[in-house]
């Protein structure tokens, strides 16, 4: 037999008690186990796969993470019929704007080293 404290009380904790407590706690174990990839797997619907690897974003996201707008411009230029996509269009836009971009942040930086 051993004693625990619970709820400013001190209770028996038997064998039996135990190996009862210790099955309850498997089963809520196994739940913890199974729940999150059900979640994973329910999330994972929810995201634009078929937007592209990097896909259902604006075209200043892209140009403000032009490492993936090119993995998203390279996937969409993989297959026919991806050009007509909306992130498509968002990181082609993005490309062709990327270099005025990245010459205007360039100055922007020069001048705050400047002043």
């Known amino acids: 037999m051993f004693y625990y404290q619970r709820d ?6 038997t064998y039996d008690s135990f190996m009862r407590s210790k099955e ?3 089963k809520i174990s196994k739940l913890f186990l199974v729940i999150p990839p059900l979640f ?5 619907g929810c995201s634009a796969v078929s937007q592209g690897p990097q896909g259902g974003h604006s075209v200043s996201w ?3 993470h032009q490492k993936k ?16 996509l909306e992130s498509c269009k968002n990181a082609e836009k993005a490309s062709g704007n990327a270099l005025s971009y990245n010459a ?3 100055l922007h ?6 002043s």
Do not use: P
Not at 69 to 84: F, I, L, P, T, Y
């Open 8 to 13: 400013h009380e001190y209770k028996i904790l």
């Open 24 to 26: 309850e706690m498997m």
């Open 40 to 44: 994973g797997i329910a999330l994972a």
């Open 62 to 64: 892209y140009l403000h």
């Open 69 to 84: 707008m090119s993995q998203e411009v390279d996937w969409c230029k993989n297959s026919a019929g991806r050009d007509k």
């Open 104 to 106: 205007k942040k360039t």
């Open 109 to 114: 930086s020069f001048g705050k080293d400047l």
